[in-house]
């Protein structure tokens, strides 16, 4: 069964440096999807970037990059230039088939001035 | 354009009472999922829907949750004879299809059984 692991409870970062978030993740499908969420104290889900596992380079997007590392099973997500409105809870999440997402149990960002 | 919506935001109800939740996706966003989201824990799927094909309810914890699609647009997840045990807030979420097209999620609704 795929399962996603994030070994990172909790994560402080200062204001205006770049932070990793940690993911590994464990599937025998040689075609899948890895996505990275962001989840304020709002509640709501919002997507921040995919990387498909037949991608080439590492997926960026604006301030957020995937470090996907294929052999390592690994897909952290690195944050650059971290601002105050980053403080959430993110969870990596994996395609399962072609339906649904499997979600690990999420780290909680906290970025201080 | 508009994002996934759920209604209510909020829901107490009583152990026993049957409870139907709501969510209206994206429009023209072909794929329906409905997940539960237990505090402090990531989210869990329950059940899929993808135009007129059959759903796929493997996520479904016990008999008691159900969920349709009408017109392939809004869906109704109802729970039957509430436990506390399913106080959660669950989220909807709406793709356009594909295998990797991302999923938008609405707010949530929060239940809390009492």
């Known amino acids: 069964a795929q399962k996603i692991t994030q070994t990172q409870p909790g994560m402080f970062v200062q204001e205006k440096e770049a932070v990793t978030l940690d993911c590994t993740y464990d599937t025998s499908d040689q075609s899948y999807g890895l996505f990275w969420y962001k989840q304020p104290s709002s509640g709501e889900m919002i997507f921040l970037i995919y990387?498909?596992?037949?991608?080439?380079q590492n997926a960026t997007e604006g301030r957020y990059s995937l470090n996907f590392q294929k052999a390592r099973k690994s897909a952290n997500l690195v944050i650059s230039a971290s601002q105050l409105g980053d403080s959430a809870m993110y969870f990596c999440a994996m395609r399962e088939g072609r339906v649904k997402l499997i979600f690990g149990t999420g780290t909680r960002l906290q970025v201080f001035p | 354009g508009a994002g996934v919506s759920q209604s209510p935001s909020n829901k107490v109800t009583e152990k026993g009472k049957d409870v139907e939740l709501r969510c209206d996706p994206i429009?023209?966003?072909?794929?329906l999922y409905w997940y539960r989201q237990s505090l402090g824990q990531g989210l869990e799927f329950l059940i899929y829907f993808q135009g007129n094909s059959a759903p796929d309810k493997s996520g479904l914890p016990s008999d008691r949750f159900s969920a349709e699609r009408t017109g392939g647009s809004v869906s109704t997840l109802t729970i039957q004879r509430t436990q506390q045990e399913d106080s959660a807030v669950y989220l909807c979420a709406s793709s356009s299809g594909g295998v990797f097209y991302e999923q938008y999620f609405g707010p949530g609704t929060r239940l809390t059984v009492t």
């Open positions: 429009s023209g966003h072909t794929a």
């Open positions: 990387q498909g596992s037949y991608d080439e």
